[in-house]
């Protein structure tokens, strides 16, 4: 087919793309509570033309057209992070929250790609399911992020999606305008560990009339790690984090409990699930050898985000072709998560980095830090690259 020359296009509307990310970053709002974001999200795309649904509390999907063709899916996530914004840009936002995953961009660029979707409707030969996610950050206390609920709630039938792609933007390691992307496994699992130690409490000068839970997770903790260090492949990514280790309030008084908190994360499902089986043996018999109990809970688990080859290879040959970025293939999955992983394992799914300043280029923050900024000088690219993606996919299929 001929060039769609869509970088140009996008460039056309850079000014309305980074308007609708300074919009997004001055209004975070968190998990599956998106009011103003879902309404100026929904406005957007009204005024383009389209008909948005609300599929899930502040879960988007709007259709561009033929729906009795091949569909392809597109992605963005909406939800902000409970961090205080601590960058120095003049649209920071003021109310204890922050978009410092880059969702706000993610949004924008979406719009972009919905405007430049629309403009080429009537050439498309199947039609683009554009989705507006909640609560990629897992911060409600659901148990299903907003991926997980998007496709619960049907976002891959009617019409029913053949492929999918998403683009997330990254600081320090990931040069500015510089595409990446991974054949298998993209990014890795994730799972929340809940341990709750219940042992006897007592007075700290009398230890033998109680049971100590305070002992017992430190027995726990370094046990643990040798899960990693004994027990998996040196080759294989797998991390065992704990963040929270919490019990007892006085110097001198054994508590009854400690909860510990921690995250899981590995790049292959059969290792995530023989981690997981095997926390929750050593916790259970390691606290029943000290005279306690332990119980084990793992939360808002989702796998690992996996890039079909076959898809991927396609997608970085369209981007490539029709001058829209450079794309570098990555040599191991990024440690981090995301839940686009649910879409990924029920249709073939590519999932992009958009390089938005590295550190040498004087973005030194990564994201979830409170003090990071995105070049926004890419956020057309990034419109540019996911409507390229969709439209020459629905292209070689009709």
């Given at each position: 087919?001929?060039h769609?020359?869509?970088?140009?296009?996008?460039?056309?509307?850079?000014?309305d793309?980074?308007?609708?990310?300074?919009?997004?970053?001055?209004?975070?709002?968190?998990?599956?509570?998106?009011?103003?974001?879902?309404?100026?999200?929904a406005?957007?795309?009204?005024?383009?033309?389209?008909?948005p649904?609300e599929i899930?509390?502040?879960?988007?999907?709007?259709?561009?057209?033929?729906?009795?063709?091949?569909c392809?899916?597109?992605?963005a996530?909406?939800?902000?992070?409970?961090?205080k914004e601590e960058?120095?840009?003049?649209?920071?936002?003021?109310?204890?929250?922050?978009?410092?995953?880059?969702?706000?961009?993610?949004?924008?660029?979406?719009?972009?790609?919905?405007?430049?979707?629309?403009?080429?409707?009537?050439?498309?030969?199947?039609c683009?399911k554009?989705?507006?996610?909640?609560?990629?950050?897992?911060?409600?206390?659901?148990?299903?992020t907003?991926?997980?609920?998007?496709v619960?709630?049907?976002?891959?039938?009617?019409?029913?999606?053949?492929?999918?792609?998403?683009?997330?933007?990254?600081?320090?390691?990931y040069?500015?305008?510089?595409?990446?992307?991974?054949?298998?496994?993209?990014?890795?699992?994730?799972?929340?560990i809940?341990?709750?130690?219940?042992?006897?409490?007592?007075?700290?000068?009398?230890?033998?009339?109680?049971?100590?839970?305070?002992?017992?997770?430190?027995?726990?903790?370094?046990?643990?790690?040798?899960?990693?260090?004994?027990?998996?492949?040196?080759?294989?990514?797998?991390?065992?984090?704990?963040?929270?280790?919490?019990?007892?309030?006085?110097?001198?008084?054994?508590?009854?409990?400690?909860?510990?908190?921690?995250?899981?994360?590995?790049?292959?499902?059969?290792t995530?699930?023989?981690?997981?089986e095997?926390?929750?043996?050593?916790?259970?018999?390691?606290?029943?050898?000290?005279?306690?109990?332990?119980?084990?809970?793992?939360?808002?688990?989702v796998?690992?985000?996996?890039?079909?080859?076959?898809?991927?290879?396609?997608?970085?040959?369209?981007?490539?072709e029709?001058?829209?970025?450079?794309v570098?293939?990555?040599?191991?999955?990024?440690?981090?998560?995301?839940?686009?992983?649910?879409?990924?394992?029920?249709?073939?799914?590519?999932?992009?980095?958009?390089?938005?300043?590295?550190?040498?280029?004087?973005?030194?923050?990564?994201?979830?830090?409170?003090?990071?900024?995105?070049?926004?000088?890419?956020?057309?690219?990034g419109?540019?690259?996911?409507?390229?993606?969709?439209?020459?996919?629905?292209?070689?299929?009709?």
């Amino acid at each position: 087919m001929n060039h769609l020359n869509l970088r140009s296009e996008a460039e056309a509307l850079r000014e309305d793309i980074v308007a609708d990310r300074r919009w997004l970053h001055e209004h975070p709002e968190l998990g599956f509570d998106l009011p103003e974001t879902t309404a100026y999200v929904a406005k957007r795309l009204r005024d383009m033309g389209y008909e948005p649904e609300e599929i899930v509390p502040s879960g988007l999907v709007a259709l561009v057209g033929d729906t009795s063709g091949p569909c392809f899916l597109l992605r963005a996530d909406m939800d902000a992070l409970p961090l205080k914004e601590e960058a120095d840009v003049p649209f920071a936002a003021t109310n204890g929250r922050m978009h410092a995953c880059g969702h706000d961009a993610h949004a924008a660029m979406l719009l972009g790609a919905a405007q430049m979707l629309k403009n080429h409707e009537a050439d498309l030969g199947g039609c683009v399911k554009l989705v507006f996610q909640p609560d990629e950050e897992g911060t409600a206390p659901d148990e299903t992020t907003g991926s997980g609920a998007m496709v619960a709630a049907g976002v891959l039938e009617n019409p029913a999606v053949g492929a999918a792609a998403a683009l997330h933007l990254m600081t320090v390691d990931y040069a500015r305008g510089r595409v990446y992307t991974r054949l298998g496994t993209a990014f890795s699992s994730v799972d929340d560990i809940d341990i709750q130690i219940i042992g006897k409490g007592c007075h700290g000068s009398q230890p033998q009339h109680g049971i100590d839970p305070i002992n017992i997770a430190a027995h726990v903790f370094l046990a643990l790690e040798n899960l990693v260090a004994r027990e998996t492949d040196p080759t294989e990514q797998c991390v065992l984090t704990f963040g929270s280790i919490h019990g007892g309030a006085a110097a001198n008084v054994i508590p009854d409990a400690v909860c510990m908190l921690g995250t899981l994360r590995t790049v292959s499902e059969s290792t995530r699930s023989r981690m997981k089986e095997r926390i929750s043996e050593l916790c259970e018999s390691m606290a029943e050898g000290f005279g306690g109990r332990a119980t084990v809970r793992f939360l808002r688990g989702v796998p690992s985000v996996c890039n079909d080859p076959a898809l991927t290879e396609e997608l970085i040959g369209y981007v490539e072709e029709e001058g829209v970025a450079e794309v570098s293939l990555l040599e191991k999955p990024i440690a981090g998560s995301d839940d686009m992983s649910v879409i990924s394992h029920e249709v073939p799914t590519c999932y992009f980095v958009l390089g938005s300043g590295s550190a040498e280029e004087g973005f030194a923050h990564p994201v979830h830090s409170p003090r990071i900024v995105f070049d926004e000088s890419v956020l057309s690219q990034g419109a540019a690259l996911a409507a390229t993606a969709a439209m020459r996919w629905l292209a070689a299929r009709t």
